[in-house]
Each structure stands twice: as structure tokens, then as C-alpha cells.
T-cell receptor, first 115, second 114 residues
């Protein structure tokens, strides 16, 4: 059974701090790892990672994948109150060579950023 | 506007009363799926569909049914709801041929079963 584990489960920081969120996985047919941000509503897509060592960046957020050690990290620098959210990672088990099939999410990390 | 629409957004019902949560997307996506979200458990996949008439079980399919008769619609059916199905439900879709990894989510349906 595919497994995705995130840590920490919750994190409280102050504006300006840098945070690192972790996602480890055990899947049978690894193709990619996805990161999502969920505020008060639906999750929104952040990154898709497929190759080890290649960092994806979007503003103050960045993410990297280690396929040998089976984990990914999501970094947020200079945090702001608007970064407060649940951060989810997910690993698809692709069917027939496509991106998706069964999709396993981690429990999520609840990040709270205080002013 | 590209979107995934779920209805109803909020529902309180009683044990055993059949209900359907509808999901419709206007992006011509092949892939659609349903998730439930419970505190501390993240999102768990209920069912997914790779295309019309093609559906498969996710991690927690018990007590749910789905159908995919048209590409745009993927309803979730609870034949005999029970209190342990009280949850926040999300429908999502993606064009897997694009291979970008982006899954588009609906706004969620909060279901309470008494």
C-alpha cells in the first residue's frame, strides 16, 4: 500500500521566519510528487516534482525531491501571515502511463504564521 | 471561467437517506476523482475515473458509488449514509494528457449525517 507521511503535522512561526516542511513516501510506481496549499477552501497546486535534485521555485517557495531517500521538502522563506495554510503533498500511482490514477495524500502540515 | 462545480456545498441529512453530490467540470478533463477530508487524516481518495465509463476505487470506497456517463460529470452517491461519512468532500479533475500535475479542485461539500 502506498504511503505518504508529512512532518511536522503543525508548525507555528513568526513573520520573517523560514520554514521547511517534509514529505516522505513509499510508493510502488513513482512518477511524481505534488505539493498543494489549502487555505480555507480547496487545495491549490504549487509544484510537481519528477527528478531528483532539481529545485522548483515560485517566489518565496521552493521545493526539491530526493528519489534515493524518498522524500521531498518544501521551503518557505521570509514567511508572511498569508502563508498560513495546510500544505499537502501527494504521490500519484499512475495508471497506463498517465499522470494520475490512484492519488495518495499525506496528512498535511498546518502552518500558522503570526505577525 | 474554468472551474469544477460541486453541489450541494452544505448538507445535513439523516442516516439511511440516499443522497448524491454532483460534480461538473467545464475543462474537458479526462481524469476526475473524489476525496474526503477529515481532521488529521489529510485527503483520502474515494474513487477516480480515467475517462467516460472508466472508474476505479481509491483508498476509502466503502459506502460510496460513482458513475461517469459523461465526460463533464462525476457524481458521488451515498446509497445509505452513516454518521462516519460526515466529512468535507472534494471533487477534482485534471487533463492527464497535459502532464503538468495540476489537479483542479471544486470548492468542497460539507456533509453531516445525523
Amino acid at each position: 500500500e502506498d504511503k505518504v507521511v508529512q512532518s511536522p503535522l503543525s508548525l507555528v512561526v513568526h513573520e520573517g521566519d523560514t520554514v521547511t516542511l517534509n514529505c516522505s513516501y513509499e510508493v510502488t510506481n513513482f512518477r511524481s510528487l505534488l505539493w498543494y496549499k489549502q487555505e480555507k477552501k480547496a487545495p491549490t497546486f504549487l509544484f510537481m516534482l519528477t527528478s531528483s535534485g532539481i529545485e522548483k521555485k515560485s517566489g518565496r517557495l521552493s521545493s526539491i525531491l530526493d528519489k534515493k531517500e524518498l522524500f521531498s521538502i518544501l521551503n518557505i522563506t521570509a514567511t508572511q501571515t498569508g502563508d498560513s495554510a495546510i500544505y499537502l503533498c501527494a504521490v500519484p500511482d499512475p495508471a497506463g502511463g498517465t499522470s494520475y490514477g490512484k492519488l495518495t495524500f499525506g496528512q498535511g502540515t498546518i502552518l500558522t504564521v503570526h505577525p | 471561467e474554468a472551474q469544477v462545480t460541486q453541489n450541494p456545498r452544505y448538507l445535513i441529512t439523516v442516516t439511511g437517506k440516499k443522497l448524491t453530490v454532483t460534480c461538473s467540470q467545464n475543462m474537458n478533463h479526462e481524469y476526475m476523482s473524489w476525496y474526503r477530508q477529515d481532521p488529521g487524516l489529510g485527503l483520502r481518495q474515494i474513487y477516480y475515473s480515467m475517462n467516460v465509463e472508466v472508474t476505479d476505487k481509491g483508498d476509502v470506497p466503502e459506502g460510496y458509488k460513482v458513475s461517469r456517463k459523461e465526460k463533464r460529470n462525476f457524481p458521488l452517491i451515498l446509497e445509505s449514509p452513516s454518521p462516519n461519512q460526515t466529512s468535507l468532500y472534494f471533487c477534482a479533475s485534471s487533463s492527464w494528457t497535459g502532464n503538468t500535475g495540476e489537479l483542479f479542485f471544486g470548492e468542497g461539500s460539507r456533509l453531516t449525517v445525523l
